[in-house]
């Protein structure tokens, strides 16, 4: 396959990668310029302890995150169970039943599903019985209804041999008291709510939603469906970011645009410090109309993260106030997107309390050679494409931070090391999946 330059702007400046820091956030660690893995840290350690937990009914909990573990106290099933429409039978009776030579039981009753049959089933005997019903005592298999016949109203013909709890669901077969139904730290799936309500949870005890407020900021920013005006752009980062938020779990309060002025960017901070996590995009940069950083400041933001040594990730700011957490993301959408899966979404996790705050990541093999300019760090988009033989990732030319269409086919971020010049044709690298 031919090699393809992709259309990357150049970093002019590289400083070069700082290692893990230990140790509390202070400043010697704000004075830095910090790799992926330790910034990602400082945001993890400063939003503290999971937010409060709440107790709710099982079907409002899909998508929460569970605080505890759930443990049953009951069998399921409660019983033997049969799992198709038939006849309840004992084997031995039909060790000798064959096609040619069918064997007669004699019909003694029926047991539909949420009944129990009267008594128990003796030799020579067999009881209709519907999916879902309880297998009487003394039978050990149920035939289905289809491979018998009936000789008269009272017999019913069998034509071959049955083995040991052939369609039956033996009593705690699926879950047993003491076994953990779902543990603590997950989020709660369909199929967990199925699992639960099995186990006989009606009420479970789940971390309450996230608040997050988000703050576009940019004087040449107008609404979706507005007229746009000759210098105006539409404002994709208070859209994009709001249904991010919301795909995390969280409750998102759009908090809308404001002017290039410190006066109305303080008034709109001000009203959304009360929510767990502020998002604000745009203005985190050195021009003379990036004004976030000052105003934080005048807001009593501390600031903790002032420089991250990745690509998208420059500017970025990571602060705090009490008990807000505060992501100052760049204005350019892609960048803006980028950076909310590789630091909000992780944080977001840890203050819900999951088992897992970091992306999950894993190995693929590039499927087209790339020539890069050597830089920082780098986080390309591409998409994972599985084959027979394993998992390749397509890395498309277009990696400009100005175009934002080829998000839409993008499902991981290939994980580019400091000055890399290429990336060769089935090399192995590592992806982070979005």
């Not at 128990?120 to 019985?129: C, K, M, Q």
């Not at 005890?205 to 900021?217: E, F």
């Not at 469906?225 to 105006?232: D, E, L, M, N, R």
């Not at 809308?256 to 604000?280: F, H, P, W, Y």
């Amino acid at each position: 396959m031919p090699i393809h330059r992709l259309c990357v702007v150049e970093q002019k400046t590289v400083r070069p990668a700082i290692g893990r820091e230990k140790g509390p956030v202070g400043a010697d660690v704000k004075k830095r310029t910090l790799d992926y893995e330790t910034a990602l840290s400082v945001c993890l350690e400063s939003a503290g302890s999971p937010v409060e937990t709440e107790t709710v009914a099982l079907e409002q909990s899909l998508g929460r995150v569970l605080r505890k573990d759930m443990v049953c106290d009951v069998f399921v099933p409660p019983f033997d169970r049969a799992t198709v429409d038939g006849y309840a039978v004992r084997s031995i009776d039909l060790r000798n039943a064959a096609s040619v030579r069918p064997v007669k039981l004699e019909l003694a009753g029926a047991i539909p599903a949420g009944f129990m049959a009267k008594r128990a089933l003796s030799p020579g005997e067999t009881l209709r019985i519907m999916a879902g019903a309880p297998v009487p005592k003394g039978a050990d298999a149920v035939v289905k209804m289809e491979v018998t016949s009936c000789w008269d109203v009272q017999t019913v013909m069998f034509y071959s041999k049955v083995g040991d709890n052939d369609h039956i669901v033996s009593k705690g077969r699926d879950l047993q008291p003491g076994q953990v139904m779902v543990r603590a730290g997950e989020t709660v799936t369909p199929a967990m709510v199925g699992i639960l309500a099995a186990g006989g949870a009606s009420r479970v005890p789940v971390s309450r939603s996230l608040r997050v407020g988000i703050i576009s900021t940019g004087s040449e920013l107008i609404d979706a469906g507005s007229a746009q005006p000759q210098s105006g752009i539409h404002n994709v980062n208070g859209y994009a970011l709001f249904a991010l938020a919301n795909a995390a779990g969280a409750v998102t309060v759009n908090f809308g645009s404001v002017m290039d002025s410190q006066e109305s960017l303080r008034k709109r901070v001000d009203a959304a410090l009360g929510m767990d996590i502020l998002l604000l995009s745009g203005g985190v940069s050195s021009g003379a109309y990036d004004i976030v950083r000052e105003t934080l400041k005048q807001a009593g933001v501390t600031d903790l993260l002032p420089r991250v040594n990745v690509k998208p990730g420059k500017p970025l700011f990571f602060g705090k106030k009490d008990r807000t957490l505060v992501f100052g993301l760049p204005g350019n959408p892609v960048s803006s997107f980028v950076n909310f899966h590789l630091f909000v979404r992780p944080v977001i996790a840890r203050l819900a309390g999951k088992s897992r705050c970091g992306l999950r990541n894993g190995q693929a093999k590039i499927l087209a050679g790339r020539i890069l300019r050597p830089g920082p760090r780098s986080f390309l988009r591409a998409k994972l494409k599985e084959c027979d033989a394993g998992l390749w990732v397509d890395i498309p030319a277009e990696q400009r931070a100005g175009a934002f269409s080829p998000m839409m086919d993008t499902d991981v971020l290939v994980d580019v090391p400091e000055n890399t010049r290429w990336l060769k044709e089935n090399e192995k690298v590592r992806v982070l999946y979005l």
